[in-house]
C-alpha cells in the first residue's frame, strides 16, 4: 500500500529562519511526487511535480527536492506570508490517484 | 477560470439528514476526484471519475455514501443518512486525464474551496 509520513507536524519559524519539512514515500512505482500548499479555510494549491530522483524545482523562497526514498521542502529567509500547511502527495505507476501525508503546519513569526 | 466550484461551503446538519455536496470542475477536465480531510485521517480519496464514469469508489467508507457525475459539468456526493462521524471538509478536484497533457501520465490536481459539513 501506497504511504506518505510528512515531518515534523508543526513547525514554528522567525522569519528569515531557514528550515526543511520532510516527506518519506512508499510507493509501488513512483510516477509523480506532489507538493501543494493549504491555507486555513481553503483548498490545496499546487505547487511543483518531482518525476526522479535528483530532480529539484523553485519557487521563490521554495525548492522541492527529490530522492528515491523521500523529498524535503527547503524554505530559504521565510516571510509571514509563507504560513500554511504544506501536503506531500504521491502517484504510483499506472495509478491515477494521489495519496496524501497528514502535512505540515507552518507558522513564520515577524 | 473561475476553477473548481464547489457547494455549499458550508453544511450544518442533524443526524439522519441527507446531504447533499456539489461539484463543478474546471471546463475541458475530464477527471473529477472527491476527497475527505480530517484532523485524524488527512485527506482521503473516497471516488474518481473519468470522463464522468466512476472508477475508483473503494474510497467511500459504507453505502450511506453515493456519487454521481451526470456529465462533464457537474458532479453530486450525497450521503444518506448522516452521521456525527461525516464531520469533515469535503473536496472536490478535477484535473485533465494524465497522457493528455503535460509530463506523461502526471496528475496535477486542482481543489475547490471545500464544503464543511457537521453533523450534530
Known amino acids: 500500500e501506497d504511504q506518505v509520513t510528512q515531518s515534523p507536524e508543526a513547525l514554528r519559524l522567525q522569519e528569515g529562519e531557514s528550515s526543511s519539512l520532510n516527506c518519506s514515500y512508499t510507493v509501488s512505482g513512483l510516477r509523480g511526487l506532489f507538493w501543494y500548499r493549504q491555507d486555513p479555510g481553503k483548498g490545496p494549491e499546487f505547487l511543483f511535480t518531482l518525476y526522479s530522483a535528483g530532480e529539484e524545482k523553485e519557487k521563490e523562497r521554495l525548492k522541492a527536492t527529490l530522492t528515491k526514498k523521500e523529498s524535503f521542502l527547503h524554505i530559504t529567509a521565510p516571510k509571514p506570508e509563507d504560513s500554511a500547511t504544506y501536503l506531500c502527495a504521491v502517484q504510483a505507476a499506472g495509478a491515477q490517484k494521489l495519496v496524501f501525508g497528514q502535512g505540515t503546519r507552518l507558522t513564520i513569526n515577524p | 477560470d473561475a476553477g473548481v466550484i464547489q457547494s455549499p461551503r458550508h453544511e450544518v446538519t442533524e443526524m439522519g439528514q441527507e446531504v447533499t455536496l456539489r461539484c463543478k470542475p474546471i471546463s475541458g477536465h475530464n477527471s473529477l476526484f472527491w476527497y475527505r480531510q480530517t484532523m485524524m485521517r488527512g485527506l482521503e480519496l473516497l471516488i474518481y471519475f473519468n470522463n464522468n464514469v466512476p472508477i475508483d469508489d473503494s474510497g467511500m467508507p459504507e453505502d450511506r455514501f453515493s456519487a454521481k457525475m451526470p456529465n462533464a459539468s457537474f458532479s453530486t456526493l450525497k450521503i444518506q443518512p448522516s452521521e456525527p462521524r461525516d464531520s469533515a471538509v469535503y473536496f472536490c478536484?478535477?484535473?485533465?486525464?494524465?497522457?493528455?497533457?503535460?509530463?506523461?501520465?502526471?496528475?496535477?490536481?486542482?481543489f475547490g474551496a471545500g464544503s464543511r459539513l457537521t453533523v450534530l
Open positions: 478536484a478535477s484535473s485533465l486525464r494524465p497522457g493528455l497533457a503535460g509530463h506523461a501520465g502526471a496528475n496535477v490536481l486542482t
